[in-house]
């Protein structure tokens, strides 16, 4: 299993980007996707999720309203919109994907079986 993320890049405030996760070697479409960033210093957080049942989303209280979490099963891709970026935002960014998520653990990191690389987002004036 691989899951590529790409598109991140440096803004400045009020910015946006959009990132990518590519999937292979796993049915999509039976996983839970998720994103979350680690900025330096600090811990790996939840930022949003897309759930493999119905595609439902959820999100961090601190992106909601700027970022937009999106799935397409037949490219085995998903995406996060980000808007109206600010500096606070900066972090490594990762996909993840998994089998066992479920309501209570969306933000768990071991509840996702798979991880990208990450890519960064830098967002400074």
């Known amino acids: 299993v691989q899951l590529q993320a790409s598109g991140g890049g440096s803004v400045q405030p009020g910015g946006s980007l959009r990132l990518s996760c590519a999937a292979s070697?796993?049915?999509?479409?039976?996983?839970?996707l998720g994103w979350f960033r680690r900025a330096p210093g600090k811990e790996r957080e939840f930022v949003a999720v897309s759930r493999r049942s119905g595609g439902s989303t959820y999100y961090a209280d601190s992106v909601k309203g700027r970022f937009t979490i999106s799935r397409d099963n037949a490219k085995n891709t998903v995406y996060l919109q980000m808007n109206n970026l600010q500096p606070e935002d900066t972090a490594v960014y990762h996909c993840?994907?998994?089998?066992?998520?479920?309501?209570?653990?969306?933000?768990?990191?071991?509840?996702?079986?798979?991880w990208g690389q990450g890519t960064q987002v830098t967002v400074s004036s």
């Open positions: 993840a994907a998994g089998q066992r998520v479920i309501l209570s653990n969306i933000g768990s990191i071991s509840a996702y079986d798979y």
């Open positions: 070697g796993l049915t999509f479409s039976t996983y839970t």
